[in-house]
């Protein structure tokens, strides 16, 4: 298991994102165990420099069947915005605004394309 513990607040436990390879993401999707899928999608999102690969598995995994990892698509899809900046992302907005009304993560979903927006203002 890669995730590192930081620090705890309450009975929040926070792990550091780090760096997954694709190979040891596609194994970790693989076994499908969903926090463990968790932390390889915000390994990817954070690290991959192929932020074209990270948002063809994210959205790929907003339709899991899991909310975990629905939800944490679209987390990462808000921080491929913030980190690597590029308009084409926007592209991805249409796909979440699919996910706006399903209950369990239309906040989220909500939030990411807010990152969107924010990060990949109109220049």
Known sequence: MKRRGVNSMSE???YKVV???PKEAEAVFAKGNSEEISYALLGLAYYEPDWKY???????FLSDE???????AAICLGHLARIHRNPELR????ILKGFL???QIGGIVEDA????NLYLKQK
């Open 12 to 14: 929040r436990v926070y």
């Open 19 to 21: 760096p997954y390879s």
């Open 54 to 60: 990270v948002r063809d598995l994210c959205i790929k």
């Open 66 to 72: 899991n909310s975990k990892n629905h939800s944490t």
């Open 91 to 94: 592209n991805v907005i249409p």
């Open 101 to 103: 009304a399903d209950p």
């Open 113 to 116: 394309i807010q990152d969107i």
